[in-house]
């Protein structure tokens, strides 16, 4: 349950839990955490709390309401968010994981009334009547126009370092024979294909515990320090080399 | 028309890397275009009862009484409003036979399903879904979120509560607000799309894109876009390289050809035939 902790110059004054739906904040003593200090508006705030999400919205306060700092009229509110209004302070805290097991937490639940008078006037979504919603002028032809040897994903993915594995040494492969021997290419996606579309294309997938090749497509299967890949995935080792569409390349780890 | 040259398809379910049994379930029929897809809820390990009960029920019920060559005979649109009713009809039936099944047996109470269920014929795809299972289409390089989540955090999306970037930082991600065979009946989301040579279509359940960002699917889409097998292995090992919390699924079909019904007098004579 997400709670409150209300202070003034550092002093805590009260604690309160966030068990209604709206909590209203302000100088009036029928608010539910009432401030008694003139920088506060009569009603000056409402922290709006959705099973374990809460919001805070501004109701239109002379002075304003901050968080973190900064001046916000409604604020999806975070752990140790810090709520300012005049002097005082109220910290939200929210354990709501740490009071189940993580994994009890997660599973999908079913929720039979869902919270419509809190989400105000969710409108239904429009029917999507069939066919004629589906965008059509996105491109189809994708076929790459002239075969290169080296093409690197679309555009950098997120990164997705995992805290179980040391950090993963950055890697490249050279091209080491055919047309664009000499060249490097640094794998810095965490997909990056080789080969030549339609005729032998290969994948190195950059995984926290590694860098791995693994066929794609192609009648026959590419080539790993002379032997034949396979269809399963290879890790691949410091000065491995592939052989891909009749061009040779070597993997390495860069100092 | 053989469907199942014109689709390839591929699927991949796993425990994750956390929980100890999978309550997710997958059903495929390539013969008739039918793809099924449901990640079960509630009881103690009833989850995998509720999914595997509405996949195969499902998948059977719709082999049973959708013979694509009798379909045939139909006009398109006749054969859209058959495909609809159908896979409703089927839904309902799934619906009610896990709901009896909770009521009947304690260790099944409460128990329930998300569904996602994809039927392909003549160029089009009906597509059925209750809860937080996906669909995601690939066209050229755009990805789509096809189906929209009955789930509370997109009814707080839909209503402006909360922006797609707070959305991700939310506590409330786990809660449905619509499931199968948790209630008498249920309203299953129908809707019917043109298929266009290429497309890829992505069944998953929550999973996947509770670990995997968009956009990385995305571009796993493009990457691997000419080998289906290869990436649902490589959508999964990124689920789990991402800390695997959930069970996770994922099935792909690509529109390898067109898959147009011949129609006319002599496509029907032929077909006689066959």
């Known amino acids: ?255 | 028309m053989n469907l199942a040259q014109a689709l390839q398809s591929a699927s991949l379910t796993d425990p994750g890397r956390v929980r100890d049994h999978n309550e997710d379930c997958v059903e495929l029929r390539p013969e008739i275009g039918l793809y099924v897809l449901a990640d079960g809820m509630g009881g103690y390990n009833a989850g995998e009862v509720a999914s595997g009960m509405a996949t195969s029920l499902i998948a059977d019920g719709l082999a049973e009484t959708w013979n694509p060559r009798e379909v045939d005979r139909l006009s398109r649109d006749e054969a859209m409003a058959l495909a609809e009713r159908l896979i409703g009809e089927q839904i309902a039936r799934a619906n009610t036979a896990i709901y009896t099944t909770s009521q009947n047996n304690p260790e099944c109470a409460g128990m329930g399903t998300t569904l996602v269920v994809c039927l392909f014929y003549d160029n089009f795809v009906s597509v059925a879904h209750i809860g937080d299972s996906r669909l995601y289409r690939l066209r050229g390089e755009a990805m789509e979120q096809v189906t929209r989540d009955h789930s509370l955090l997109q009814e707080q999306l839909d209503s402006g509560l909360i922006t797609p970037e707070e959305a991700k930082l939310s506590q409330n991600r786990n809660l449905v607000t619509k499931a199968l065979g948790i209630d008498p009946a249920v309203e299953p989301e129908l809707h019917v799309y043109e298929c266009e040579p290429e497309d890829l279509y992505l069944l998953c359940s929550d999973g996947l894109n509770d670990m995997v960002e968009d956009e990385e699917i995305r571009l796993t889409l493009i990457t691997l876009r000419s080998n289906p097998s290869l990436t649902v292995q490589q959508l999964v090992q990124a689920a789990n390289d991402n800390g695997g919390r959930d069970n996770v699924s994922a099935m792909l079909v690509r529109v390898a050809e067109p898959f147009a019904v011949a129609r006319g007098w002599l496509a029907r004579f032929k077909a006689l035939f066959r």
């Open chain 1, 1 to 255: 349950m997400a709670k409150l902790i209300l202070s003034v110059d550092g002093q805590v004054l009260k604690e309160h839990v966030l068990t209604k739906e709206r909590t209203l904040i302000g100088r009036k003593p029928h608010n539910d955490i009432p401030i008694d200090n003139l920088a506060v508006s009569g009603e000056h705030a409402a922290i709006i709390t959705i099973l374990n999400d809460s919001f805070i919205e501004d109701l239109g306060s002379t002075n304003g309401t901050m968080v973190n700092g900064k001046p916000i009229k409604k604020h999806f509110l975070q752990a140790n968010d810090v709520i300012e209004i005049g002097k005082h302070k109220l910290k939200y805290f929210n354990d709501a994981p740490s009071q189940a097991s993580a994994a009890d937490f997660e599973k999908t639940m079913i929720i039979r009334s869902p919270a419509k008078a809190a989400a105000p006037a969710a409108p239904a979504a429009p029917a999507a009547p069939a066919a004629e919603r589906v965008p059509s002028d996105t491109v189809t032809n994708m076929k790459a126009p002239a075969p290169e040897v080296v093409k690197p994903a679309a555009a950098p993915a997120a990164p997705t370092a995992h805290a179980d594995h040391a950090p993963l040494p950055d890697a490249a492969i050279q091209v080491l024979s055919g047309a664009a021997a000499g060249r490097t290419l640094d794998l810095t996606k965490n997909l990056t294909t080789i080969g030549k579309p339609g005729l032998q294309v290969a994948v190195i997938t950059k995984r926290p515990n590694g860098y791995f090749i693994t066929h794609v497509e192609g009648a026959s299967y590419p080539n790993l320090n002379g032997a034949s890949l396979g269809a399963q995935a290879h890790p691949l080792a410091d000065h491995d080399m592939i052989e891909i569409a009749g061009v040779k390349m070597e993997f390495f780890f860069k100092p």
